[in-house]
T-cell receptor, first 112, second 115 residues
Framework: NAGVTQTPKFQVLKTGQSMTLQCAQDMNHEYMSWYRQDPGMGLRLIHY???????DQGEVPNGYNVSRSTTEDFPLRLLSAAPSQTSVYFC???????????FGDGTRLSIL | AQKITQTQPGMFVQEKEAVTLDCTYDTSDPSYGLFWYKQPSSGEMIFLIYQGSYDQQNATEGRYSLNFQKARKSANLVISASQLGDSAMYFC????????????FGSGTQLTVLP
């Protein structure tokens, strides 16, 4: 009954460091997405994937990379962290476009 | 491109009363849908209700219902018999056009249920 699992739950980085946020789902969903949520705002789409080997940019992709080598996993990489990337990051998956997205619990990321 | 507008940053409601949270949208897609999500203070995103533009009747899920008015481009969430546990942030969202159909979110409404 795992659903969408995100790790880590919290992370503090220094400016310029790199890291990977992990996301895994066990529901065999084709659609997966990464969103960021800044204080007082809704979620904004960073990158998304409609299946293994297929990724595309969302609304705010700069500074982030993704890959989708398997159906289950969709990691998000920060290549050189910047304070502007301080945010809460959510991974989500869905079976198809008209089904609700299932969200992970989020990763709270602070860049100093 | 889609646009979702939630004009109520904060709302208060007395316990056991009904409350309506507003959501208006703008899209050029002939076929679309609207989702509502709840985000409690613990931070997780919880799916509440969905309605497609071609659905004949307004969607209902327990105490949640959608007041979908296509001519006005509004999809308001109605919560009946409010409970203290309903205090949370509520987001309206619409899938993007095209094959990927990822979500565009409104800015949210913070609902506080008063005892």
């Amino acid at each position: 009954n795992a659903g969408v699992t995100q790790t880590p739950k919290f992370q503090v980085l220094k400016t310029g460091q790199s890291m990977t946020l992990q996301c895994a789902q066990d529901m065999n969903h084709e659609y997966m997405s990464w969103y960021r949520q800044d204080p007082g705002m809704g979620l904004r789409l960073i990158h998304y994937s409609v299946g293994a080997g297929i990724t595309d940019q969302g609304e705010v992709p700069n500074g982030y990379n993704v890959s989708r080598s398997t159906t289950e996993d969709f990691p998000l990489r920060l290549l050189s962290a910047a304070p502007s990337q301080t945010s809460v990051y959510f991974c989500a998956s869905s079976y198809n476009s008209n089904q609700p997205q299932h969200f992970g619990d989020g990763t709270r990321l602070s860049i100093l | 491109a889609q646009k979702i507008t939630q004009t109520q940053p904060g709302m208060f409601v007395q316990e056991k009363e009904a409350v309506t949270l507003d959501c208006t949208y703008d899209t050029s897609d002939p076929s679309y849908g609207l989702f509502w999500y709840k985000q409690p203070s613990s931070g997780e995103m919880i799916f509440l209700i969905y309605q497609g533009s071609y659905d004949q009747q307004n969607a209902t899920e327990g105490r949640y219902s959608l007041n979908f008015q296509k001519a006005r481009k509004s999809a308001n969430l109605v919560i009946s018999a409010s409970q203290l546990g309903d205090s949370a942030m509520y987001f309206c969202a619409m899938p993007h056009s095209g094959s990927a159909r990822q979500l565009t979110f409104g800015s949210g409404t913070q609902l506080t249920v008063l005892p």
